[in-house]
């Protein structure tokens, strides 16, 4: 059992507002609801939005029936509610007229249920991002810095979802970032928007998978997969808002030959990208090895972001003299910058000068290479 962040949901409970847990497929929102539910002395009531009886009562808005439903009991927990149809507008009835009943909902799909909820519970909300196992929480969990270290192979192969962390052989580890690939991901996509282009959202994931830490270009990606770039562009948001890409987009402030036309994009999880394009032989045998790395760093920062409660914006820089810098971190009107070398020889680096002339103010530059990376990600 590994001991995430989150495991007191009690402590995020308020009157008047409702919990939302967000988080992909498969990254542990259930077992960490069981868990609480274990130890909670609320009288609660547990349901799933696959549940027909449920998706009825919830999307009715019919006040007497839910009074009847939630009484005598101090929780609502609905597991799964992005498949709920119009599921905000049922919360939102419950909290304003049954505000004694506290309510977890869970949900695997940002795009349906944060436009269900994010309107009708304006500010009567919390929301958790539970994203694959974070190198902090292993931190905090108290596995050794140095052992963590000797399995960053692993992490860079085969990512960090739970299943695929505790597996402890090579061909179970694949077998499983292999059905996270086809059976829960896809799919998820595909029940989106009703999207039936799969050969052509996974032809994309692939143009993706090796352009991590380059610009992409949407005519670019229009053009190599054959369809329009409005359509590239809904299937990128589509991909985004179901957690397995994020989008990184260009800083600029000062210069005219700055990069802000373009994103870049990274995966959630190192395994799942490595199960788009089938890859999982060793690091010596690779020649995407800073890929790799680029794209577990950003990620390990974001969840340590996320769970630490960093606030502020995050960028690339990059001009089109090809001066550039991995990541600018915007936090208090301060910028922080960081550049990500897998080879520990590279300690030495300076930041370009087109940024130091452009933004003397920058507070700090640092190389994140394998001997310095916890201090970064995790801490």
């Keep these: 059992m590994i001991k995430r962040l989150y495991q007191d949901l009690g402590s995020y409970l308020h009157p008047r507002e409702v919990l939302i847990l967000y988080g992909p497929r498969r990254v542990g929102k259930t077992t960490l609801l069981e868990n609480y539910l274990k130890t909670t002395k609320l009288k609660y009531r547990l349901e799933t939005g696959e549940n027909v009886i449920a998706k009825n009562l919830f999307s009715s808005r019919d006040l007497p029936r839910l009074k009847e439903y939630l009484q005598g009991y101090d929780l609502l927990v609905i597991d799964e509610a992005q498949t709920i149809p119009n599921i905000g507008e049922g919360l939102k009835l419950i909290i304003d007229q049954i505000p004694d009943v506290k309510i977890i909902a869970t949900g695997s799909s940002s795009f349906d249920l944060a436009n269900q909820v994010g309107e009708p519970l304006t500010d009567r909300k919390t929301t958790l991002t539970l994203y694959p196992v974070s190198q ?97 562009s809904k299937y990128l948001d589509l991909l985004e808002k179901s957690f397995i890409i994020i989008r990184l987009g260009g800083f600029s402030r000062n210069l005219r030959s700055e990069i802000t036309d373009k994103a870049k994009y990274y995966f ?104 310095n990376y916890l201090d970064f990600i995790g801490g």
Excluded: C, M
């Design 136 to 232: 902090l929480e292993l931190l905090q969990d108290g596995h050794n810095p140095h052992d963590l270290k000797q399995k960053l192979h692993e992490f860079l192969i085969f990512g960090s979802y739970p299943k695929v962390l505790v597996a402890t052989k090579r061909d179970e580890k694949i077998r499983l970032v292999e059905e996270l690939v086809g059976s829960y991901i896809l799919k998820d996509i595909l029940a989106l928007d009703k999207i039936k282009a799969s050969r052509t959202i996974l032809d994309l994931l692939k143009l993706l998978a090796f352009q991590i830490g380059s610009e992409v270009s949407l005519g670019e990606l229009s053009r190599q997969l054959s369809i329009d770039g409005k359509t590239v």
């Design 268 to 371: 959630l999880d190192n395994g799942i990208r490595n199960g788009v394009i089938s890859q999982f032989n060793n690091l010596d045998t690779r020649n995407d090895i800073g890929q790799l790395w680029e794209n577990f760093i950003f990620i390990e920062r974001l969840k340590k972001r996320s769970y630490q409660h960093l606030y502020g914006q995050s960028y690339f820089w990059r001009t089109y003299e090809q001066q550039e810098i991995d990541l600018v971190e915007e936090r208090d009107g301060k910028l922080f910058t960081y550049e990500y070398k897998w080879s520990p020889k590279n300690k030495t680096i300076l930041p370009p000068k087109a940024w130091i002339s452009s933004y003397p103010e920058h507070q700090s530059f640092e190389v994140i290479n394998p001997d």
